[in-house]
């Protein structure tokens, strides 16, 4: 694509104002029964607005010429956008059911993560790959990018609506960046509340955070991973509720996203697999409804950009990525990463977990143990056949999960060794 067809300008003219960005962020919350709407009204909102710049094909950024002109205006947008995140922060916080000062040093430690992530996040690839990311958020929104990215259009639509107020591409990508960030901690506490003590579920989110210079090492920026992994640690919630409503919605937001979000289907069975019946046939109307909206928005997102139904546009690739990520020879596409990194990073975020989740399988609800394994399988599979196994950021939601997991076997170890307790068997 011509230089003439950018909407952002080139590159280097970004780059030398890299050091004056700064941003904040935020959306809305799946907790109490009562407040449902909500995140069914959010999802929807989301994927009407995200997928609307590129419904209708309007120009990637049609207020940068004058806000360059105008950097009064700049600064006054930049400010609107601060406000409004700041806003949708302290709405997230109040959609919360907890109560009291460790609430509020919570919120403001999520945040303060969200934006230490977002700083090294800067630091290690963005500062690399603005180029990279400026044009593909430009190919997407005039459909000239290759699969698979043309299909993941939401989060890029998204951005479209931050930078439309303020003309400024990195303010609004950092701005993007941090919020979805902050919801990806904010929804894996909230997930892992459901099984552990306020401060087990903080230290979930830690070890995350310690796990993410690792996740991000090897990729270019791509925008869609927080979005995507806060709407399924969402949807995790809300299949442990058995809020079927708002795991739909959910689900048809993360189908707009990424692919990925069908590995959800059966995690709302599984999750509650102690309740529901094998035939329980509500539950697998509930189960088909989910896998026939996940083909109409996969379809949706593909036909109208050339979608051939074979496997280059599927993936963009022209075989499965099995022998590629295992260092055969037969490969048809071999990293610069060494063998090594492809096996290191998934024994990292999945397999290393899983030797105590089963000998101690015992000590966990019999729903998360194989909710546990289905996904560590799920995910890996999934990667290992369309992605690289060493972009272990496809690996997040299941990684949290198995935390989740290993923190409630831990705990309970722990207090089986206590004094004056006898020691559970495996």
């Not at 609307?52 to 010429?65: E, G, L, N, Q, R």
């Not at 700041?86 to 934006?115: H, N, W």
């Not at 937001?253 to 094998?278: D, H, Q």
Request: charged share 10%.
């Amino acid at each position: 694509m011509a230089s003439a067809d950018l909407a952002f300008p080139p590159p280097e003219n970004i780059l030398g104002t890299m050091y004056r960005v700064s941003s904040p962020s935020s959306l809305a919350n799946t907790t109490s029964k009562g407040r449902f709407p909500v995140c069914i009204v959010a999802c929807m909102g989301l994927i009407v607005l995200g997928a609307s710049p590129i419904v209708f094909s309007w120009h990637p950024a049609p207020t940068y010429v004058f806000f360059h002109e105008h950097p009064g205006w700049q600064m006054a947008g930049r400010v609107l956008l601060t406000v409004v995140i700041a806003g949708a922060l302290l709405m997230t916080s109040r959609l919360d059911p907890e109560q009291g000062a460790g609430k509020a040093i919570r919120y403001c430690g999520f945040v303060l993560l969200a934006a230490l992530l977002t700083d090294l996040h800067f630091h290690t690839v963005d500062i690399h790959k603005i180029p990279w990311q400026i044009d593909k958020y430009n190919q997407i929104l005039l459909h000239t990018c290759t699969p698979p990215d043309q299909y993941r259009f939401l989060p890029q639509g998204t951005l479209w609506w931050m930078a439309l107020g303020n003309g400024d591409f990195l303010f609004s990508y950092l701005a993007y960046r941090f919020l979805f960030t902050f919801l990806v901690c904010r929804f894996g506490y909230t997930f892992a509340r459901l099984f552990l003590a306020p401060r087990d579920a903080v230290i979930v989110v830690l070890l995350y955070a310690a796990f993410y210079p690792l996740s991000t090492r090897y990729y270019n920026g791509n925008l869609l991973d927080p979005m995507s992994h806060a709407v399924m640690l969402a949807a995790f919630t809300c299949c442990q509720r058995r809020q079927f409503r708002q795991v739909f919605w959910l689900f048809v937001l993360g189908m707009f996203i990424k692919e990925t979000m069908l590995l959800i289907v059966p995690c709302y069975y599984l999750m509650n697999s102690e309740t529901f019946r094998l035939r329980d046939f509500g539950t697998l109307w509930r189960l088909a409804l989910l896998a026939v909206a996940g083909l109409g928005v996969f379809l949706a997102c593909r036909i109208p950009f050339h979608f051939n139904y074979d496997f280059n546009t599927l993936n963009g690739t022209n075989e499965l990525m099995v022998y590629s990520n295992l260092g055969l020879a037969r490969g048809q596409a071999q990293s610069v990463v060494s063998v090594f990194q492809r096996y290191l990073h998934p024994m990292l975020f999945i397999f290393m977990w899983l030797p105590l989740i089963v000998w101690r399988r015992k000590m966990l609800p019999h729903s998360l143990f194989w909710t546990a394994l289905y996904l560590a399988a799920a995910f890996y599979l999934t990667n290992l056949c369309f992605g690289w196994n060493y972009e272990s950021r496809n690996f997040v939601p299941a990684l949290i999960f198995l935390l989740v997991c290993t923190m409630m076997i831990v705990n309970r170890l722990i207090e089986a060794s206590a004094p004056g307790t006898s020691t559970a068997e495996p």
